[in-house]
Every structure is written in structure tokens, then in C-alpha cells.
């Protein structure tokens, strides 16, 4: 127990928050903002050809020790950690639209059960950075964009509004899952030599209380603040600088 209690004191340290006296959206909202801001969401243990895992406590070695990851990581680890805390959580799978139809699980978010259930996701980048009430109809605010959750046969549809079109991100149905489960998707992901996770190395976290981010990629750095976005070319050389100097991370190889 003591361990216990030693990795989630470590755990809020990390993501710059405090332990909540009380289980509500105020305190979930504050959480989630504060891991999207503290944990990147990055690729370079997939990239660099370092294996990863969705072992729980791998996983939040990974994180607690100052790294970020992908949804099985972030979203596993985060979960986790609501769940100590004492949120009722069920971790749900996920498959992303974002390359057209897709019925396959590859992605791990998050429903936390309140006062009704919410969606909360630190693992799929510039994306709702507040809860979502799973129950409300039309779009509601997401931070960057409204979201709106679209219900059809085949599950519930994440969508973000773009100019007022509903763009479709991702298609779940709200079926509890292990971490455990998601090690399939997570090594098909890790295998697949077309993705975009094995072309090129990037990490991205919001920046400050509302939604500026911060997003470094191959060749670039992006700066959103407010609705301006400034890019800066990254040589290569400079490219393990500006990784510190926006994430204080290094390259893990």
C-alpha cells in the first residue's frame, strides 16, 4: 500500500496537480488539463524501434518518469491513476476515422462515471482537452472546437466541428476493457511500417490553462496561441534541443 501511495503522489507530482478532497467534474477537468499539459503525446520509442508495452506498471514507469506516449500508454497510465484516486473508470476501445471506415480497436480512451458518464482522452493529441458528457446531445465544448457524440448501429461516434461540419475522430462502444486487452492493437501499431508512427518522430502538449499548444515534428515546430500558429523550421541537428527545450525530454536512443 505504501508503494501505492508512493506512485500516485509521484504520478500528481509529475502532472503539476493536487490530490482532489473531492470526486467531481471540477476535479476530473483539472486532471485531465493538467496531464495534457505535462505529458506529451509522442511516438519515439515506436520511431527509434524501442519496444513498448501495455503493462501497467511499465507504463507508469514510463510516464511518472518523465516520458510521454501514445494512447495505450497515456490513456492506460491516466486511467489508472483515476482509478486510485477513487473515479469509477472503464477503460473503452476505440477504432480512429481519421484515414476514412475503420471497424478495427486501435486506440484507448477513457469513460468516467459522475454525476452521468463523461469521456476524458490524454492520448490522441490536439483533441478535447474537457470532459464530455457521453449523455448530451448536440455539440458541447471541447476546449480547441465543440464536439458532438453521434449515436448509430455500429457505436457512438466522436466527432469535432470544424467551420460547423462534424468531422468523425474516432467510433467506440462503451464496453469495458483490461489494459491488458489493448496489447494486440498496440504491437499492430508498432509493426505496421506504413503508419505514420514509424515514418517520422513528433511529440505535441497543450501549453498554459486554455488550449495554446506546442507540436514538434521532423522538420518543425508549431506554436498555437490563441487562433495564430506560428512554424519554425527544425534542422536536424537542432531537432534533440528543441525536444528538451519544449518537452525536456531526450531522444531514447
Known sequence: ???????????????????????????????????LVAVPFENLDVFHRVPVSVDQDVVLAKIVGGRGGWCFENNGAF????????????RIGAAVLADGPNTVIDHHTIEV??????????????????????????????????????????????????????????????????????AGASQRLYDDAE???????????????????VTLLADRLKLRRGDVTEETEIAEADWNDALWEWFRMRPPV
Open 79 to 90: 486511467a489508472w491513476l483515476l482509478e486510485q484516486l477513487g473515479f469509477r473508470v472503464m
Open 113 to 182: 462515471q459522475l454525476d452521468t458518464a463523461y469521456l476524458v482522452d490524454v492520448g490522441f493529441g490536439d483533441s478535447f482537452s474537457r470532459p464530455l458528457d457521453l449523455n448530451r446531445a448536440g455539440p458541447q465544448n471541447g476546449g480547441k472546437a465543440p464536439f458532438e457524440f453521434i449515436a448509430s448501429p455500429q457505436g457512438t461516434t466522436l466527432a469535432e466541428h470544424g467551420d460547423g461540419v462534424p468531422i468523425a475522430k474516432f467510433r467506440f462502444k462503451r464496453v469495458a476493457h483490461d489494459l491488458a486487452d489493448f
Open 195 to 213: 503508419a505514420h508512427w514509424r515514418r517520422w518522430p513528433f511529440a505535441t502538449r497543450l501549453l498554459g490553462d486554455g488550449t495554446d499548444r
Open 1 to 35: 500500500m505504501a508503494h501505492l501511495m508512493t506512485t500516485v503522489d509521484a504520478y500528481l507530482e509529475r502532472i503539476g496537480a493536487e490530490r482532489p478532497d473531492v470526486l467531481d467534474l471540477d476535479a476530473l477537468a483539472r486532471l485531465q488539463h493538467a496531464h
